[in-house]
């Protein structure tokens, strides 16, 4: 809303310093502030109201050291972080841009999810909450809609690289060939199911490719690959997000270090300059989406304020769904998707280490029985993080070591798009 504002008086009025509203980092850096400010001035105000409400988290008999303590903590939570995305992303970014639409879509999506599930847990003290199944079924919806609208709305393009000749420049240096012979992009935009694939020389993937051998023309029916791999990656991150909010300030910290190295991506794909130096695809008007991130790291640093150790409320599942889904629909859109096991890797461990603790139990179950199953599992809880819990590691050290682990993996997510 400001951003068009300041644009008006800026074009009519020629407004003193109206114009800075025209650069990214400008509106990004105040879209960070502003979420900080509201998550930092409101936060305690809207504790107190849930408390008042008494919503409280229930909590389950684990035997973990400290967590009686927890009892009765205010859970909903992420209604800070929403709320500290929304309005700065409404404030400064160009809201009619098809990327800001999708995310403040998938942002209410899935904070809605959670919230249901939250005052189902609290309110009608259903234990189990939202039916995994209902759950599942909002996940592949938002999924879905994300998957059609980068396939088939007409603003969803990129450019391609093309290579120009010396014939065609006239040059006759060999220093100067080579420096224009660098790859430049085409003016014309296209629509492409191309993505960014680490380790690869030609670090480009195409989605029609894995069925361009049923037809010659088959390579346009890609999106019968994309939009399920979008649905799966929104699924998988969202609950990836879920099972990492176990303890005080480990999924949103994890959340911000993850969403800084997107926004990063985001600027530099936004950039012909950044794009073609880094060789990755430049996609249009992506850089306003670095506006979204901004705010999305300042609710998360805003709320872990609160939220770290001991923590005065939780983020519940109304905060965890939707920053897990944020972060998997804005890689998606940078098309950056293909980067998640690494970018994500704590989230990715964290669903894992249930997995396999679960399949394990099962397998030794089934051939050894039930006592010795019980005796000897794969963890000594899952997920991961109450496994280092039961080892005996206090919480907040367990927390700093995670987020040691999740800023290398931000380092080695960079060094992919060198490394091919």
Request: aromatic share 12%.
């Amino acid at each position: 809303m400001l951003y068009y504002l300041f644009n008006y008086l800026d074009r009519v009025f020629d407004f003193p310093g109206a114009g800075v509203f025209n650069y990214i980092s400008f509106r990004a850096a105040m879209a960070l502030i502003t979420s900080l400010i509201i998550s930092l001035a409101f936060g305690k105000t809207i504790i107190e109201f849930i408390r008042r409400k008494q919503i409280g988290e229930t909590i389950r008999e684990l035997g973990l050291e400290g967590q009686t303590q927890k009892k009765g903590t205010p859970t909903m939570g992420g209604l800070i972080i929403i709320g500290a995305i929304i309005i700065p992303t409404l404030l400064f970014a160009k809201v009619h841009n098809v990327y800001i639409l999708l995310m403040l879509i998938t942002t209410v999506w899935l904070g809605a999810i959670g919230f249901l599930d939250d005052y189902i847990k609290v309110f009608k003290k259903d234990k189990e909450g939202l039916k995994g199944k209902f759950k599942i079924i909002g996940q592949i919806g938002i999924g879905l809609i994300v998957g059609c609208v980068l396939y088939f709305h007409p603003d969803v393009v990129v450019k391609e690289r093309v290579l120009s000749t010396s014939k065609d420049l006239g040059t006759i240096s060999s220093n100067v060939e080579n420096k224009l012979n660098s790859p430049k992009y085409a003016e014309t935009p296209i629509k492409t199911l191309k993505t960014t694939i680490p380790f690869s020389k030609n670090n480009e993937l195409d989605y029609g490719k894995f069925i361009s051998w049923a037809c010659d023309d088959c390579l346009k029916y890609g999106w019968i690959i994309f939009i399920p791999m979008v649905i799966l990656i929104v699924t998988a991150v969202s609950n990836g997000a879920n099972i990492t909010d176990g303890i005080d300030g480990l999924a949103a910290g994890t959340s911000a270090i993850i969403g800084t190295v997107l926004g990063i991506l985001a600027y530099v794909s936004g950039n012909t300059v950044f794009a073609d130096y880094l060789n990755i695809m430049y996609i249009p008007n992506s850089g306003e989406l670095v506006v979204f991130i901004a705010a999305f790291i300042g609710g998360c640093i805003g709320f872990l304020w609160y939220n770290s150790f001991p923590a005065q409320v939780f983020m519940g599942d109304t905060g965890s769904l939707a920053i897990g889904g944020i972060i998997a629909v804005y890689a998606i859109a940078i098309r950056k998707e293909l980067l998640i096991p690494i970018l994500c890797g704590v989230f990715v461990v964290e669903n894992l280490s249930v997995i396999m603790q679960v399949y394990y139990f099962k397998y030794q179950k089934k051939k050894r029985g039930l006592e010795f199953a019980q005796a000897n599992r794969l963890f000594k809880m899952a997920p991961l993080h109450h496994h280092y819990q039961k080892v005996g590691f206090h919480e907040s050290k367990i927390v700093m070591r995670f987020f040691i682990v999740g800023i290398a993996l931000a380092v080695l997510t960079f060094v992919t798009l060198k490394l091919r």
